[in-house]
């Protein structure tokens, strides 16, 4: 076989199911023992992760990965500080997948990369913590599913509000009839974003794969001004992987919301003419039938632009005090109507107050933010291999929604009918082109996981 090793023939003869089936999977951590995880992606959200799973007793960032090797230098210098120990710097994350001491992967790429960074973790007998919006596409998220529960791995998304005291609390407060039945909900997301650079294209710089940064996604031309939020390739858009946390939070309060029956759409890009393909403008409205919602039917409208200087998200001083957000003026703020009361809720520790009929104050829960519980739970449950608050399957239904609402746009802001069993639109092939990408080779999501 030559230079060939055992695991690059099996890969080239079985393809990577086959492959990892074959070898050796890795049991979970014992209590004592700190979880060994891998960072997939060093940008600022993924580096903010691994910082707070650096500073814990449990666990340890044992390696540190970018396509780019300037920001995973940086990166590494802020883990080893966090956590007082060396970790290693790779640039292809397959290499975090090959080492069998690796309990877990943060995946925090951009989102054409959480599927497929996703499964392959869950092959190789890693748990992943997984940035939102789950999956870049419907199919996408689906085959994330069907990879954890294959191979019984855990998959938390990265939806910290679950794991937040007073989340549960809100869905207890709900459940117990303070706010009677419950027809409307309404969730924003309206803030201002700045203008997108035009820049140039430009010769890649000296230790980047942008390659294997494009990975699943087509090689477009090299342009660091361009910013990937805002294009269909790469992006749900800056909108859904922002609101996911309020749609999640919602979904959430009513008892995991599942599948809408319908969506429909309006907006585009109003303001922020800066070449971007993502509108900057989404108002969508779904339809819920009644077995998803205690019986009875339910309309959620997301509001959403990214404009609005006088709408302000919450501050980190109330998201750690005893204080509520104005919620006249809250950017990221859930709205729950009832027949009997109303419910103001805010994500990453915004809290919550409901009001009844003569609009007095009933009852509240101050909030605080859920990112420490959130990581909390998931090292609980790579030991004890229960399912995280923030599942995949959890994950999949709340990006479920910006996917929709992106096709309605795509479709000229049709109304569209969901058939929540097979997961594609009713009589709609115009629609159903976008529930799963073109892959690129050789960084295929497969049929069969």
């Excluded at 077995?291 to 200087?309: D, F, V, Y």
């Excluded at 009713?426 to 295929?444: C, D, F, Q």
């Amino acid at each position: 076989m030559g230079s060939v090793n055992r695991r690059e023939f099996l890969k080239s003869t079985l393809g990577t199911a086959a492959m990892v089936a074959m070898l050796p999977q890795r049991q979970s951590r014992a209590a004592h023992e700190k979880v060994r995880i891998g960072l997939m992606g060093c940008g600022g959200r993924g580096t903010a992760v691994a910082q707070m799973f650096a500073g814990r007793s449990d666990a340890q960032i044992v390696y540190v990965c970018d396509p780019d090797n300037r920001r995973s230098a940086r990166t590494k210098q802020t883990i080893e500080k966090a956590q007082g120990k060396p970790t290693q710097v790779v640039q292809d994350f397959r290499r975090m997948l090959d080492d069998k001491n690796v309990d877990a992967l943060i995946n925090a790429t951009p989102d054409h990369w959480h599927a497929l960074g996703t499964i392959m973790a869950c092959q190789a007998g890693k748990d992943v913590y997984t940035e939102k919006p789950l999956s870049h596409n419907i199919w996408e998220g689906r085959k994330m599913i069907e990879a954890a529960r294959k191979y019984q791995r855990v998959v938390q998304v990265g939806m910290q509000t679950r794991s937040s005291p007073y989340a549960p609390a809100g869905v207890e407060a709900i459940r117990s009839g303070k706010l009677g039945d419950i027809h409307a909900v309404r969730v924003f997301n309206v803030m201002q974003h700045g203008m997108m650079g035009k820049g140039s294209i430009q010769p890649v710089p000296e230790g980047f794969d942008y390659d294997l940064w494009c990975g699943p996604a087509p090689k477009l031309p090299y342009n660091p001004s361009r910013a990937w939020l805002n294009q269909w390739e790469y992006s749900c858009g800056p909108i859904p992987g922002d609101a996911i946390h309020q749609l999640d939070f919602a979904r959430m309060l009513l008892g995991n919301l599942p599948c809408p029956t319908t969506v429909s759409h309006a907006g585009g890009v109003h303001a922020l003419k800066d070449g971007r393909e993502i509108p900057d403008t989404q108002f969508a409205l779904y339809e819920f039938g009644p077995a998803a919602n205690s019986g009875q039917p339910l309309t959620l409208i997301m509001e959403s632009a990214l404009w609005t200087p006088y709408m302000k998200k919450i501050s980190v001083q109330i998201r750690d005090n005893d204080l509520f957000p104005d919620w006249q003026f809250c950017a990221t703020r859930i709205e729950i109507l009832g027949t009997k009361g109303f419910m103001y809720a805010g994500r990453h520790g915004g809290g919550w107050q409901i009001y009844d009929g003569d609009d007095k104050l009933i009852d509240q829960c101050y909030g605080r933010q859920g990112d420490k519980w959130h990581q909390d739970n998931f090292i609980e449950c790579i030991r004890t291999r229960q399912r995280p608050n923030a599942d995949v399957e959890q994950g999949h239904y709340s990006a479920l929604l910006c996917h929709m609402a992106n096709i309605s746009y795509l479709v000229g802001n049709q109304k569209l009918t969901f058939d929540a069993k097979t997961e594609t639109f009713v009589n709609a092939p115009e629609a159903n082109k976008y529930l799963k990408r073109t892959y690129r080779e050789p960084w295929v999501v497969p049929e069969q996981v």
